[in-house]
């Protein structure tokens, strides 16, 4: 087997039943395999043993139960892989389910062969996370962001456009990373901010989406609608609203209202997507990666290109950003799997994945209205999975 190989199961707790495999490499698990790896859980489960993951010579598994209704098995032969990244993996995978199907039909599993379909609309997410990418929020659990020059402008456009789509949950995106956001999207759980980031990221561009929504731990039950629009390629602002107003009034009578004034500042935000901040900005030759993290504000800023100038008259740069992008994400894990207190995987923390509206959310209107995909936003999504 390959050392970079990842492999991800999702099975019914109950039954075994596989609903999806997916994997880094092209290589796939085969029915023995998975039927193995499941049987052993189940076998310890019968004998009233926690198994949460073991070691081979050259492999690491990890087992996960969520709500006593979906099994995710994680199974990696990368030398750096550690057992807190793979919690961090299987708990950002569940959330990415739930965040587009909802919790109620992951804990009710009523048609196996439906649910399998549904599962189609996350797989562009949950391969995003099985794969190094320019972001950090998978491991850190904050939203990753950008410092650009003319953030002032771009927040003052951005409030004022998400005011005038009757809602107060905005962001910009450039390469999924945030470059200003709305007071109340920085007061959304911060593992639903970063998830919303990640899903825009990961589906494949378009000039405008109405996406349902559920928010793994603002409200895991009740969808909403994100609005997300593509101002130039590279980049989108995202609202999270209710049921109105529409796309097509949002899209015909706003963007173009609030964003073509500033679209040189929209354009610029581009010159940081690599780099994160400005070039203007001076560090030593000798720092090549950078990861800061702010809990407190659910942010984090990272990159692994300080200077993209110099890096890109280097013919074999794509290994090297991958040597660093991994040496990074080593560095990060290690020192919060030893030096930090370590998350507890009991089984019983996974029911917060089905808490309650936070605070917020419980008192602001356009997001606590109760709203429901209809049959033609399903059939864009349907679309937008193929």
Known sequence: MEESSVFLLCLTANSGVPLYCRSKSSKQLTFSVIGSLNGVHMFANNQDVL??????????????????????????????????????????????????????????????????????????????????????????????????????????????????????????????????????WWRLASQDAMLLCWLVSSLSPHSSRDYPVYLPQGSPTVPHRLLTFQLVPGVDVCVLCGPSPSLQKVESELVERFWKPVLDPVKSCLRVQLRSFPASVPLHHGILGILLVNQDLNKSLYTVQVHPTEDMQRSDMKCILEQRRAALRSFYTLAMSRYFRPDHHDGKRDKRLGGHPSSEEKRDPHLMKKWRPTKANRRRKEMWWN
């Open 51 to 184: 198994l949460t993951s073991t070691r081979t010579e050259n492999s690491r598994v990890l087992w996960r139960t969520f709500h006593d209704s979906i099994n995710l098995i994680v199974m990696s032969c990368e030398s750096n892989a550690s057992d807190h990244s793979l919690n961090k993996l299987l708990e950002n995978v569940f959330s990415a389910m739930v965040l587009v199907i909802g919790l109620d039909d992951l804990m009710n599993i009523k048609n196996v062969e439906r649910l399998k379909k549904d599962f189609r609309a996350c797989y562009k997410l949950i391969d995003s996370f099985l794969t190094e990418s320019e972001k950090m929020g998978d491991l850190t659990q904050c939203v990753d962001c950008v410092i650009a020059h003319d953030a002032a402008i771009l927040q003052e456009c951005l409030d004022g456009f998400t005011q005038a789509a009757e809602s107060e949950f905005g962001c910009l995106l450039t390469g999924g990373k945030v470059v200003v956001a709305t007071e109340k």
